[in-house]
């Protein structure tokens, strides 16, 4: 794990405005209600006037997505600035601090700054630590670049933060933005990674290295051991590929005899559609089906690293989907683990029955109650577009608090409802479930096939990021490629516990 915390400072509300003039590079974030604040920040006059004087020529300055970049002659020679704007009055939350330090983080990157000074005036007020937070991950989050398999690595650029601020405990404040940003961080790294660079195995080795790394217990469970299991479902979908699967399990334990929450992510690490082949136009992307894997291996070694008080177990199915002599065909029936038999009706329907042993293990493993998270539809995108992924799930209490944990986090979720007639629709007349409804509501029935498997009357919520998990261009503190979109909602609701 990247140690981000030693490129990070805050220095309380005291600095003077000759020490703010020696900066090499000053970055500001305002909104409109934070600018006649800035002169209480010791700001130079120089900056102050250069700032009234932009706020003449552009009314906008401090509106969310401005960005104004300038060269000033201070007192101690040529310094670089940058404000970003995020926000009129009453609409500066913490997300959109976040986009903007994206931004900021992106920029830096590429002006190659050695040192930031970082003011905002927001963070003026002693009891906005979730200010605080928000903008260390943007600037972490955003300057994320993926470059391990270029021919010659460009080395990552090491930006130091200087962050002015009141906020009570900002020390511990900005390490913990830091442990959790360097799990996203991880997350991404494994989820763009291609297929032949991550396979199953090797994302059994990643967890095995995070579990040795951050003192937790891991197991793996090959083939052969989960044939002994029953797991039917995801050795169907592995069958058809020389890299065999793996369920991987890592458990944390921060609170004696508490109940534990179980994160379950589907970790195809390439998906080809199987024998119900996907089109060649954007198959490459299918590298990213393990994102829901890595969400929750990120996620695990974040809360280790936090030592946060709560009982966690991280389930990981792995497996790879490809056709051959030997991959599973639509029309086969394949029994689970719980002793449900599947009808195929498509191989590429792959993630729900992968996910269908897993969630079913976690019960096994002494789950209160599970959270599974997968690239599971494309339907979620037609329904909910590219911000928002879709809940599913058979307890409003825990889809409430999912729905609350990513809202402090910045990613959206929206409750579908579990219609009697999709519960219809996934049943089989040659076996009792089936493994595709077909388009209509699939996002739903993807959902409600995964929820056969939970054991009854547990607490089962299903996160479908088919639509968050990847972004196609570069924004705010999301890079173009993977997002690992869900670790930070996952992390919050481990505090929550």
């Not at 700032?51 to 401005?66: F, H, I, M, Q, R």
């Not at 299991?229 to 050795?235: D, R, S, T, V």
């Amino acid at each position: 794990m990247k140690d981000y915390n030693s490129l990070f400072s805050g220095r309380p509300n005291s600095l003077t405005a000759a020490e703010i003039a020696q900066a090499e590079t000053l970055v500001l974030f305002l909104c409109k209600g934070c600018i006649p604040a800035l002169p209480k920040m010791n700001a130079p006059e120089y900056l102050i006037k250069a700032v009234d004087e932009l706020l003449k020529k552009n009314d906008k300055l401090a509106d969310t997505e401005s960005v104004t970049q300038f060269a000033m002659l201070g007192e101690a020679g040529l310094q670089q600035v940058v404000i970003f704007g995020f926000g009129g009055e009453g609409a500066c939350k913490p997300n959109d601090l976040r986009k903007a330090a994206g931004e900021a983080g992106c920029l830096l990157q590429k002006l190659k700054a050695n040192d930031a000074l970082v003011i905002a005036p927001i963070l003026l007020n002693a009891a906005r630590p979730h200010y605080l937070a928000a903008l260390v991950e943007g600037l972490i989050l955003g300057g994320y670049k993926f470059n391990e398999c270029k021919g010659k690595p460009e080395a990552e650029k090491d930006i130091k933060y200087t962050i002015v601020t009141n906020v009570e405990g900002a020390g511990k404040v900005i390490a913990d933005a830091c442990i959790t940003s360097a799990g996203v961080c991880y997350a991404r790294d494994l989820a763009n990674r291609p297929g032949n660079l991550l396979t199953p195995l090797g994302m059994a080795e990643e967890a095995q290295a995070v579990a040795a790394n951050c003192g937790l217990e891991c197991e793996v469970l090959d083939a052969e051991a989960m044939q002994a299991k029953g797991m039917g479902a995801i050795l169907a979908v592995g069958q058809g590929s020389a890299n065999p699967p793996y369920m991987v399990t890592i458990k944390y334990n921060g609170a004696g005899d508490a109940p534990y929450t179980a994160f379950v992510g589907k970790g195809i690490t390439f998906d080809s559609g199987g024998i119900s082949i996907k089109p060649e136009a954007g198959m490459g992307e299918m590298k990213d089906d393990m994102t829901g894997a890595a969400v929750v291996l990120g996620t695990m070694q974040a809360i280790a690293q936090l030592k946060l008080p709560c009982n966690v177990i991280g389930i990981m199915a792995c497996a790879e989907n490809m056709p051959s002599g030997s991959a599973q065909r639509p029309g086969d029936v394949v029994k689970a683990a719980n002793g449900k038999t599947i009808e195929v009706i498509s191989t590429d329907a792959e993630g729900r029955m992968v996910l269908a042993d897993a969630v079913w293990y976690a019960c096994q493993k002494g789950a209160a109650k599970v959270i599974d998270i997968a690239t599971l539809t494309g339907g979620v995108i037609v329904a909910l577009g590219n911000e928002t992924a879709g809940i599913v799930g058979n307890n409003d209490e825990l889809i409430n608090e999912v729905m609350a944990a990513g809202k402090k986090a910045g990613e959206m979720y929206w409750h579908l409802p579990s219609l009697p007639e999709c519960r219809e629709a996934i049943k089989s007349d040659v076996a009792d479930l089936l493994n595709s409804a077909g388009r209509a509501a699939s996002t739903i029935t993807g959902g409600l096939f995964i929820g056969e498997f939970v054991a009854e009357g547990m607490p089962w919520a299903h996160l479908d990021i088919g639509g968050t998990s990847t972004a196609s261009k570069t924004s705010g503190f999301k890079p173009k490629g993977c997002t690992a979109f869900g670790v930070r909602t996952f992390v919050n609701i481990a505090k929550d516990l």
